[in-house]
């Protein structure tokens, strides 16, 4: 079983920048197998792909309402995959979710960017 925790978020203004991380164990395969990204959800709404990793291609993919805003990397020696924010819109806060695939899918617990404007 997949355990996906999430940090990072926050208050921000409109037009700040903000840092997410995700850190994943209980692994059953090597952490460069899982295929990662990241989802956010607003009340209401179902849960929407953010950023993530192509399954096949591995190369970054964004939701065309981040494109250009917000940049999605991992860093595989240490099973963590981050989503850096810029340029924050309001109708960027959500609840943001870290998201592992591999023959199954895991969700981590979620952390929240809420807009302080």
């Known amino acids: 079983q997949v355990h996906l925790e999430e940090s990072g978020g926050g208050v921000v203004q409109p037009g700040g920048s903000l840092s997410l991380s995700c850190v994943a164990s209980?692994?059953?395969?090597?952490?460069?197998?899982?295929?990662m990204g990241w989802y956010r959800q607003t009340p209401g709404r179902e849960r929407e792909m953010v950023a993530a990793?192509?399954?096949?291609?591995?190369?970054?993919m964004y939701a065309d309402s981040v494109k250009g805003r917000f940049t999605i990397s991992r860093d595989n020696a240490k099973n963590t995959v981050d989503l850096q924010m810029d340029s924050l819109k309001a109708e960027d806060t959500a609840v943001y979710f870290c998201?592992?695939?591999?023959?199954?899918?895991?969700w981590g617990r979620g952390t929240r960017v809420t807009d302080g404007s």
């Open positions: 209980r692994l059953k395969w090597t952490y460069s197998a899982y295929t």
């Open positions: 990793f192509d399954t096949l291609t591995g190369r970054p």
């Open positions: 998201n592992a695939r591999r023959y199954g899918i895991w």
